[in-house]
């Protein structure tokens, strides 16, 4: 009696991190299901939105005690929160408007891969020539699946407009991730968090306006207001707790190799629920992103919580 109570007070962390990246996979595969009932923008809106009315209880004594620090660090935070909650999220959304659920969450497993490129050349870390070889091992693999397996197709500017969407969207997880290196210290983490949402929804308003005036409207029904709250507790919320617990007890090597379940689960989930076919060039892409990734990672202390 005493071991299941313990077990559920502190659940295993790799069950945590298991949890996280099942929650990432169907937000995913969730906002492919409903791209007709609900515009991108007005989805990444209305996440970020509950998201802060729910941690607002937790991060709101924080965000008083520290306000001096969140002043003098406004323009970090800023930066952070555009390229975390306004840019990344919704260019994953309008990204799944044209491209298969299956081909975000691939594309999406080589965050990895570009955080490590990003700090070779923004941070002057060094680069392993493994891992330079697993960096073009993995682009190789994005590529396959972006153009179909026809990577002629680059010649003839064929990419998938979706795809494209999905890439600028991990190219702005891998900026946020590396910049968090200039973040305050000093700062609660659910300080950070409130902080960051804010201002994330704050630059998301003009935005999600301009989307309105386009006369695009979300079908408020139980399956749209579900995906909503879905996304703005599970991945938004939860999956940022659990992740930082289970880096502080088993440490970030460890953690960073279960973003890596995100395409496993995601192609799972999107084959049962949206009908989505598995391809050759899915299976090449996969192999070859995972080698990549292999390679990129193994041995690396590069690792982040995504917040997809």
């Known amino acids: ?42 989805l990444s809106f209305w996440r970020w939105v509950l998201a802060l009315l729910i941690v607002l209880p937790f991060s709101g004594p924080h965000l008083r005690k520290q306000w001096r620090l969140l002043r003098h660090s406004w323009k970090i935070l800023l930066v952070l929160g555009i390229l975390g909650v306004t840019n990344f999220n919704t260019f994953l959304y309008i990204g799944l408007q044209s491209t298969m659920a299956t081909n975000a969450v ?10 490590v490129a990003l700090s070779r050349f923004l941070l002057k870390q060094r680069v392993t020539p493994r891992q330079v070889v697993g960096i073009l091992i993995s682009l190789l693999g994005v590529m396959t ?8 197709s680059l010649l003839k500017l064929q990419l998938a407009v979706g795809d ?36 994330g929804v704050l630059v998301l308003v003009p935005v999600y306006s301009w989307e309105l005036s386009t006369g695009a ?31 502080a007890e088993v440490g970030a090597n460890r953690s960073g190799l279960f973003i890596h379940l995100v395409p496993a689960f995601g192609t799972l989930l999107s084959m049962f629920f949206l009908g989505e076919v598995l391809y050759a060039f899915h ?4 192999v070859l992103i995972f080698s990549g990734i292999y390679l990129t990672t193994a041995g690396s202390s590069v690792a982040t919580a995504p917040t997809a």
């Open 1 to 42: 009696m005493n071991r299941t109570t313990d077990i559920i007070r502190r659940p295993s962390p790799y069950l945590l991190l298991i949890l996280t990246a099942l929650f990432w996979a169907v937000n995913i595969v969730l906002a492919r299901g409903v791209r007709l009932a609900v515009p991108p923008i007005g």
């Open 106 to 115: 691939l594309i999406m497993s080589t965050i990895p891969v570009v955080i």
């Open 145 to 152: 699946i972006v153009t179909r397996g026809d990577v002629t």
């Open 164 to 199: 494209v969407w999905i890439l600028v969207a991990v190219l702005n997880w891998a900026f946020y991730s590396v910049f968090l290196k200039w973040r305050p210290t000093e700062l609660h983490p659910m300080g950070f968090l409130g902080a960051t949402i804010f201002l």
């Open 217 to 247: 409207r979300m079908h408020t029904d139980f399956v749209t207001l579900g995906s909503v709250i879905y996304v703005a507790l599970f991945p938004s919320v939860l999956a940022y707790i659990f992740w930082n617990r289970a880096v």
């Open 283 to 286: 299976s090449v892409g996969i």
